[in-house]
Nanobody, 124 residues
């Protein structure tokens, strides 16, 4: 497994931006796809974005496509999520996750390592 630590969450007004980061250790980071999920109070964890091992393939949930951008730096063992045009419905705890394989995927069961999460709150 890999150890994951998220950072960058906070409180922002609607229309604003935040950049989340995920630092990985304990496994060869560049061999595995990565992803971001989020969970709002009273709701199930949902897929946000994923990126393949190379960074060439990315997937986004429809609700964030065009506003969020996922990226990775394999030399630094880090992954980021740039979030623009934030909306109150983006409020959630955001989790970084490492996949079991190299290809980008969207299902939570395809990921075997999870961070503790970072809270994002968007005020209206």
């Amino acid at each position: 497994q890999v150890q994951l630590v998220e950072s960058g969450g906070g409180l922002v007004q609607a229309g604003g931006s935040l950049r989340l980061s995920c630092a990985a250790s304990g496994r060869t980071f560049s061999r595995y796809a990565m992803g971001w999920f989020r969970q709002a109070p009273g709701k199930e964890r949902e897929f946000v974005a994923a990126i393949s091992w190379s960074g060439r393939s990315t997937y986004y949930a429809g609700s964030v496509k065009g506003r969020f951008t996922i990226s990775r730096d394999n030399a630094k063992n880090t992954m980021s999520l740039q979030m623009n045009s934030l909306k109150p419905e983006d409020t959630a705890n955001y989790y970084c996750a490492a996949s079991k394989g190299a290809s980008a995927t969207t299902g939570p069961s395809d990921f075997d390592s999870w961070g503790q999460g970072t809270q994002v709150t968007v005020s209206s």
